[in-house]
Antibody
Framework: QLQESGPGLVKPSETLSLTCNVS??????????WGWIRQPPGKGLEWIGS???????YYNPSLQSRVAISLDPSKNQFSLTLTSVTAADTALYYC???????????????????WGQGSLVTVSS | DIQMTQSPSSLSASVGDTVTLTCRAS??????LNWYQQKPGKAPNLLIY???TLPSGVPSRFSGSGSGTDFTLTISSLQPEDFATYYC??????????FGQGTKLEIK
């Protein structure tokens, strides 16, 4: 299970920070990646980024200059930081487990399962 | 980025109907395509991965097919709990992973 937590309101130009608590699996596992996906109210889904247990992270190029994902193995949690937020960053933020399958050295099939329940973050003064 | 286009944007159907939803990629993605179901106020749930594989627990009335640029999700004998929004997602060319805009399946 995954559970997001963090402030529901962030002021423009400030930093959005969310944490995902993981239960039932270790984020130090070499099997999975851990990531974030967001959904503006009434709109579609946007992948933000993903992180491996060794610290390797990759991000959506549209957000790369403002986003960071980090792990806290001692708490079995991972976190999202998004800087210089604007109203366009208002969204439901989901933490997800990223599953990958495929032969070594070959392109991997990647999907997201499970998802947290989501944390609504509103950017407003 | 690979663009994913779903059609139709919305669809009305009745319990017991069979419906087919379509997802088209802007370039070939082999079978690197997943489907998710999202009910109102809930997080998306994985429905199909690798274009046609059902995760454990997903009813067999759901099926996926396709390869390359064109994919379909078919729901046979619609049940009341199937009325939801469905999203496709590609994992062929990343970053970024990209999603379709969704198809909303409504009760007629």
């Amino acid at each position: 299970q995954l559970q997001e937590s963090g402030p529901g309101l962030v002021k423009p130009s400030e930093t959005l920070s969310l944490t995902c608590n993981v239960s039932g699996a270790s984020i130090s596992s070499s099997i999975y990646y851990w990531g974030w996906i967001r959904q503006p109210p009434g709109k579609g889904l946007e992948w933000i980024g993903s992180l491996y247990h060794n610290g390797y992270a990759y991000y959506n190029p549209s957000l790369q200059s403002r986003v960071a994902i980090s792990l806290d193995p001692s708490k079995n949690q991972f976190s999202l930081t998004l800087t210089s937020v604007t109203a366009a960053d208002t969204a439901l933020y989901y933490c997800v487990r990223e599953d990958r399958r495929g032969a070594a050295g070959r392109k991997k099939w990647v999907w997201f399962d499970p998802w947290g329940q989501g944390s609504l973050v509103t950017v407003s003064s | 980025d690979i663009q994913m286009t779903q059609s139709p944007s919305s669809l009305s159907a009745s319990v017991g109907d069979t419906v087919t939803l379509t997802c088209r990629a802007s370039q070939g993605i082999s079978t690197f395509l997943n489907w998710y179901q999202q009910k109102p106020g809930k997080a998306p749930n994985l429905l199909i991965y690798a274009a046609s594989t059902l995760p454990s627990g997903v009813p067999s009335r759901f099926s996926g097919s396709g390869s390359g640029t064109d994919f379909t999700l078919t729901i046979s004998s619609l049940q009341p709990e199937d009325f939801a929004t469905y999203y496709c997602q590609q994992s062929y060319d990343t970053p970024p992973y990209t999603f379709g805009q969704g198809t909303k399946l409504e009760i007629k």
